[in-house]
Each structure stands twice: as structure tokens, then as C-alpha cells.
């Protein structure tokens, strides 16, 4: 990292630090076993194998979030815990790197537990608004609403494959061709009506072997066929997929467009437009302009276990926050009831392309000269003020034939007169407890 | 100052080893191996090359560890090794070719597409609270087909020889394995299912870019191999046809073979007086067209009246320059930058 990445990540740090949050250690290596089942298709196909030697295969993490459930399941916690964490993580990259492994910078933030799940999508999302901001950057945010999408689309009776389908290819909803496609490569056992189910009968007859029997095959013949015959549910679910790729980007107009659609929907559906409704508004509480929040119905994530509000943060000219509500994700690694949660993460390398000529945001500790006759008074001047929230850093024996100066930034201060040190200790001391 | 031979590994063995040997032959660098329990053999006509004996797998292996520089072998063993210190420098030799597939047992007459195999290993999750396993040779191929399928609730059974009876004995549910006609996977009552190919290979030439960097003073017989198996895939790729056409003068001869070869400008063509017993009878035309053109060919100039079709196979066509010889090149530039 070079030191306007640690700039950045400081930043950030501090931004998510005066939220209250507590900072964790995850894992580097982790079993693969904790990523296949959740993780979407773009990371399952570059997750970086270790040759452990062991039974249990493992992985170097492709980020943060499932390690950070893993941990909270571990502590039995019954409580709202807000962490965030911060180190690499690593990508299969064949094309541009020697060791064929992309390695990322990022900070990942997680609230992991029971509350209100407008309240904390909203927390969550503005501090990583703030965050981005105190970088410099000035930061757009694009909402999307899987939990949502998703139960619009179970309402249509559309079969479990086929919603799957729609879910994981959600980035494509500019057309509804590739849905055509799904059905016709899954029915084409079933060209002939009724047939199929008879000649599958039949062929049951030949060798069979392994544990699907042949009422197994019968019933998903039966299923293939159903799923080709409905019209009318392949025709209400390509519809309700337009309407979705047609949402405008204004949340207020987009939230009005989704109150005609669910008005026929389950009530399910209803409850969750208040929520994501109540958190655009929570958002504008936050210090949020309206200008910068966006609906981008097109959202498209890289893993499958979000469950709600999905969201990004972008500069004008590339996404530095990608994040989500994942309900459903401790469920899946063992836990016997479901644990709300949501989180981002955030690319410090990105951001700080983004920052780039654009420091007046970044951490800048206030440099200190030590030298050997001023050590003591130097070292009681950077304590205090550390304990008054200044970052001080002390320079060993920094031009120590300096005369007294503070340079015009303030950022660095020069003396090799205990005397004066002092009287600098004694101005501050003064204002301590004052704004400035 | 005697200079190191650049070393080729070849398959000494299984499916690719006899039709490399063949290859070569047709590229007019025979293989010399004194005995075929000897591991090492050379080039004749073509010094500075040391040839390595080793099984398919091992080939690829030997290239990245940098004791062969160069190596002929299965795209296939290429793909699942995903090594990067292999270069394929021409993944199309032309021979070899079989397709890696996705087959299950005939009996599940409901699964014809990946998407319906999607469909069961959800269903084996939620009715046998398990996996579905696949028998394979080929883990990575493997598990990024099936991800980028979307299927993620399997696992994998690897195994080393007759993975198509990994069903039958019940170790496995499934295969992914390489046929070339599908009759073993047929005779074993599995079926190849629809988008289930996993990867299409063939023979081909692989190199460890850093070994012949450091080799790079001494690659002159490597130029002139890869010209050779250049020129040899280029001319198994092209016929020579003549033909011709009894008419009275040129320009006639010229409108019929306007109509046998639309793009008649492109092609390089020779149209030269037909004489019997001294006098002129017509005009014989020489060109060369690819293969996949042929039969039509011959039809139009059936229609235009052309007689004494004849057909010539060119043993090597040498073009201006060997794409596998430029890639190479290409790739020893980028490494000496790096």
C-alpha cells in the first residue's frame, strides 16, 4: 500500500470508527466449504485454491462477510453486533497478474443481528456515503431491492428453477430473451405433448442405477412439461420484469411506480416497499441529498445470498461500495434460526484512483521533530495531543538544527527549545474542552 | 562451443502418441527413437532439437518445470493443469480431437440440458441431503463448467481410469469425461447432455516461455519446425484444382470461371492455352481453393462446361510468414519486458 492508501484507509477508518463500530480480525484462509454454497458465480470461478495437504479443501477469502457471520454464530451473541474489518482479500486473475492472483485492499463493515431493518439498512448505508466522502470523493448511492424482486416473482408461480434463473441473471433485465431460452432448453425433452412423460415411463425400463428412482424421473417430466405449458405465468413474470427494468432512477417516483405493482401482490410484498420507502427517507435524515440517492433496478451483485435492500456507491466514473441485506446467509451456515444482517465493502485501491489530486480529506498526522535534548517535552506535546483526537507522529531527529516553526499547514512543527515545546503544551491545555 | 538442444516433449504413449509421430512426418521432421524403451530421440533433418519421450500428462508437467522447453499435448491436460508457465503457442494441430463432456445415466430421461442438471443437484440436496458426485479425470475443468453453469451443490469423485463405470459401480452419479464418438459412454448407459461440453480439444504446442528466453541466442531450429508444422497444417487445409475449358479465346474462358469462383480476384490463378496435336483447343486453369470449398467447386465448373478436372493435395503451404513462430515471438518480447 503506498501512503495514499493508508490515507484513505485511515479516512474510512475513522469514519466508520465515530459510528461506534468495533474493529475484528478474520481469517485469511478459510474453508472453501464457506463459500460454495452462498458466493455468486463470478467469485465461486476465481476463488484462490490452497494445497493444504489436508482433507479439507481451502481457500484464501474472497471477502469478508461470511467470515464475519461464521464468527458472530460462533459467539452464541443474541445481540446487534457492528463490526467492521480490514486487510486483503483475493481474486483468481489470469489475464493481468504474474502470480495469476488478484490481491485487494479492502475495509468490510457488518451488522450482524436482530433491529430495525430499515434503521439499520440506512445506518449502513451512510456510513459508507461518509466514508467515501471523507476520501473526497463525492459519492452517488444506486438501490436495488432483491427481497423484493424476489417475492414479486415467487407471486407469478413461476417454478423454483426458473426463479433462480431470473435471480442470478438479474443484470439482464434489459431483455427477457435468455428467460425464453431457459425454457426452451429445459423443455426440450417435452416437444410432444404428453409424450415425453410416456416415452420417460418407458425408457425407465432400461438400466437405472444410482438413487434417483423412477418416480423421481416421472415427477420432473411431469414438472418440465407443466412449466412449459403455462403461458400465462411465463407471460405475467416477463411483464412484471419489464416494469422492473423500466423503474425510473428518482426513488420517490420509483417507489410510487412499485406501489401500483404490488397492489396485487402478496402483502409480504407491501411490507417490504415501506421498508426500503422508510429507508430512502432514513438516508435523507443521514445528510443525504435526495440528489444522490438512485433506484438502479438492474442491480447486479456477485453473490447470491443477498435477501433485501442491495445497494452501491459510485463516483461518477466507477462503483467503490458494493453491499446488501443477507438474511438468510446464517441459516445456511448452521444456524437454527435466521439472523438479520447486512454489510459492504469497500476497495481502498479504487478509491484512492478516485481521490487521486483530491487531498483535502486525507488523514495527516501532525509530524513532530524529536531530538535527543527535547525527547521528554516532544513526547508529552504528541500525548496530548493524541488524547485530544489530533494524530501526532514523532520524526526522529527531523532537522534538528531548524530554528522554531510551525509550517504553514500546520502539519509540522519544529522546535529544539524545551521552552517553547512547553509553551505549545501550555496553549493547548488551554483550549481543551473548547471547539478549536 | 557445442550448443544446448532445445528440448520437445512428446507423447510417448495412449491416444496421441502414434499420430504425433505421423504429424511430424508430414511436417518432413520424421522422429528418430532408436528403441521405444528409450525416453530421448531427435529430429533427422533438423539439429539442435532433443526430443523427451513422456506420457500426455507428464508432458505438459515437464514443460512447466522447464526440463522441455517445448511440448506436444491435449488441450485438455493443458486447460485442467491452468498452469501459467505453459504457453499454448498453437492450440489446432489438427489431430487428437475429442470433446470433454457432461454425460448421466440414460435413465434420467428427464435431464437433457444443463440447466435441467441444475435442477436434480438441487433436487439430490433436498432428497438425499447430499451432493451430487461426478466422477472426472478433469477437477478444475470440472468444478469451473459446473459453477458457470450455475450448479453448485455437487462434488467431485476423482479417478484415474474407467471413470465411465463410476456410475454403474455407485461411487459416482454422474461423469465428465472425454469421448470421441460417445459409444463407450453409449455402451456404459450414459448419454452426453445437451450444452454439456466441456471443452473441445485437439493436439497442441505448448512452451515455457521463460526456458526459451534464456535459450533465445539458439532458436533457429525452432523457427524452421514451426514454419514446417505451419506450413504442413496450411496445405492440409488447401486443394489444387485444374480444369479445362475448350472454347475459342481467353476472355470466354475468363467469364466461365467468373461464374465457378465469385471472388475469381482473390485467387491466385493460372489460365494458360490448352494445345493437342499442335494446335490450341482452349485454356487449362490452375488454383488453389480451401478444402471446404471443394465439392461445390467442382459442381459449378460441371455447369460451366469444364472438362479433365483434376485434384492436387499440397504436401505444405508456406505463407508470409508462421503465425505459431510470431506468437512466440510475441510472447518472448513480453517476457523480456516483464
Request: charged letters at 20%; aromatic letters at 8%; one cysteine or more.
Amino acid at each position: 500500500m503506498t501512503i495514499v492508501h493508508i490515507n484513505h484507509r485511515e479516512s474510512i477508518l475513522n469514519t466508520i470508527a465515530a459510528y461506534g463500530y468495533i474493529y475484528i480480525d478474520l481469517p485469511i484462509f478459510e474453508q472453501a466449504a464457506l463459500y460454495l454454497d452462498h458466493a455468486g458465480d463470478s467469485i465461486l470461478r476465481s476463488l484462490v485454491d490452497i494445497q493444504s495437504g489436508g482433507r479439507i479443501p481451502m481457500v484464501l477469502r474472497p471477502e469478508f462477510t461470511a467470515g464475519a457471520v461464521k464468527r458472530y454464530l460462533t459467539m452464541g451473541n443474541l445481540e446487534t453486533s457492528r463490526w467492521y474489518c480490514a486487510g486483503p482479500v483475493f481474486r483468481i486473475d489470469g489475464t493481468n497478474s504474474p502470480t495469476g492472483v488478484l490481491t485487494n485492499e479492502k475495509i468490510g463493515l457488518e451488522i450482524i443481528g436482530p433491529g430495525n431493518t430499515a434503521w439499520l439498512d440506512a445506518e449502513a448505508i451512510a456510513i459508507a456515503y461518509w466514508a467515501v466522502h471523507s476520501c473526497g470523493v463525492t459519492p452517488i448511492v444506486h438501490l436495488a431491492h432483491v427481497g423484493l424482486l424476489r417475492k414479486l416473482i415467487e407471486g407469478t408461480e413461476l417454478d423454483r428453477l426458473l426463479i433462480d434463473i431470473v435471480m442470478t441473471r438479474r443484470q439482464d433485465f434489459s431483455t427477457t430473451n435468455w428467460l425464453l431460452d431457459a425454457i426452451d432448453d429445459l423443455s426440450g425433452g417435452c416437444r410432444s405433448e404428453g409424450e415425453s412423460v410416456v416415452f420417460g415411463t418407458n425408457a425407465l425400463v432400461e438400466q437405472s442405477f444410482g438413487e434417483r428412482t423412477s418416480t423421481d424421473v416421472h415427477d420432473r417430466l411431469t414438472r418440465k412439461q407443466r412449466m412449459r405449458d403455462n403461458d400465462s405465468v411465463l407471460r405475467d413474470t416477463i411483464t412484471l420484469l419489464d416494469r422492473w427494468a423500466g423503474l425510473p432512477s428518482d426513488p420517490t417516483v420509483a417507489i410510487s411506480t412499485l406501489r401500483e405493482v404490488v397492489r396485487a401482490r402478496p402483502h409480504e410484498c407491501t411490507e417490504l416497499l415501506d421498508q426500503w420507502e422508510n429507508t430512502i427517507d432514513l438516508l435523507h435524515a443521514y445528510g443525504i441529498p435526495m440528489a444522490h440517492i438512485k433506484i438502479a433496478p438492474d442491480l447486479a451483485q456477485n453473490w447470491n445470498y443477498y435477501s433485501g435492500l442491495v445497494f452501491q456507491i459510485s463516483s461518477s466514473s466507477s462503483v467503490l461500495v458494493n453491499g446488501g441485506r443477507y438474511d438468510g446467509l446464517a441459516r445456511s451456515l448452521g444456524s437454527t434460526k435466521p439472523v438479520p444482517a447486512t454489510g459492504w465493502d469497500i476497495d481502498i485501491t479504487e478509491i484512492a484512483d478516485q481521490a487521486s489530486g483530491n487531498s483535502a480529506a486525507i488523514y495527516q498526522p501532525v509530524r513532530l521533530a524529536t531530538s535527543p535534548n527535547v525527547m521528554n517535552a516532544v513526547t508529552q506535546l504528541a500525548n496530548l495531543l493524541r488524547v485530544n483526537g489530533i494524530f501526532a507522529r514523532l520524526v526522529p531527529e527531523l532537522d534538528t538544527d531548524a530554528d522554531i516553526y510551525i509550517d504553514a499547514s500546520g502539519n509540522t512543527w519544529v522546535s529544539n527549545t524545551e521552552p517553547v515545546i512547553r509553551s505549545w503544551i501550555e496553549i493547548i491545555e488551554m483550549f481543551v474542552g473548547q471547539d478549536n | 562451443m557445442v550448443k544446448t538442444p532445445i528440448r520437445l516433449a512428446l507423447p510417448s504413449k495412449g491416444a496421441l502418441a502414434e499420430p504425433t509421430n505421423t504429424f511430424l512426418e508430414r511436417c518432413r521432421f520424421p522422429i528418430v527413437r532408436p528403441n521405444s524403451r528409450q525416453y530421448t530421440g531427435y529430429l533427422k533433418d533438423l539439429d539442435g532439437v532433443e526430443l523427451l519421450f513422456q506420457r500426455v500428462r507428464d508432458v505438459a508437467q515437464q514443460v512447466s518445470i522447464g526440463t522441455a522447453a517445448l511440448g506436444i499435448t491435449g488441450l485438455d491436460v493443458v486447460q485442467e493443469l491452468a498452469d501459467p508457465k505453459i504457453c499454448v503457442v498453437n492450440d489446432r494441430l489438427g489431430y487428437g480431437h475429442c470433446r470433454l463432456v457432461v454425460a448421466v445415466p440414460k435413465s434420467w430421461v428427464d435431464v437433457d440440458t444443463m440447466l435441467d442438471l441444475a435442477d436434480v443437484a438441487l433436487e439430490f440436496r433436498q432428497k438425499h441431503e447430499r451432493s451430487i458426485r461426478i466422477a472426472t479425470t478433469y477437477p478444475s475443468l470440472t468444478r469451473r463448467f459446473f459453477l458457470a453453469n450455475n450448479i453448485r451443490h455437487f462434488s467431485i469423485v476423482q479417478s484415474e481410469g474407467a471413470v465411465e463405470a463410476a456410475p454403474a459401480i455407485g461411487f459416482a452419479d454422474m461423469v465428465v469425461d472425454l469421448t470421441q464418438s460417445g459409444s463407450t459412454l453409449r455402451e456404459n448407459a450414459l448419454k452426453v447432455i445437451g450444452k454439456g461440453t466441456v471443452l473441445e480439444s485437439q493436439a497442441c504446442l505448448i512452451a515455457n516461455i521463460s526456458v526459451l528466453e534464456k535459450l533465445k541466442d539458439e532458436l533457429r531450429p525452432i523457427q524452421y519446425l514451426f514454419e514446417g508444422i505451419d506450413a504442413s497444417l496450411a496445405g492440409s487445409g488447401y486443394r489444387q484444382i485444374s480444369a479445362s475449358f475448350l472454347v475459342e479465346d481467353r476472355e470466354t474462358a475468363r467469364s466461365h470461371l467468373d461464374n465457378v469462383l465469385p471472388n475469381l480476384h482473390q485467387i491466385d490463378l493460372t489460365l494458360s492455352p490448352l494445345y493437342q496435336s499442335g494446335a490450341e483447343i482452349g485454356y487449362r486453369a490452375v488454383f488453389f481453393l480451401p478444402s471446404s470449398h471443394l465439392m461445390a467447386t467442382i459442381a459449378r465448373l460441371r455447369e460451366q462446361n469444364a472438362v479433365n478436372i483434376l485434384l492436387h493435395s499440397p504436401e505444405a503451404v508456406f505463407g508470409e510468414s508462421s503465425p505459431t513462430w510470431e506468437k512466440l515471438s510475441t510472447l518472448l518480447e513480453q517476457e523480456k519486458n516483464c
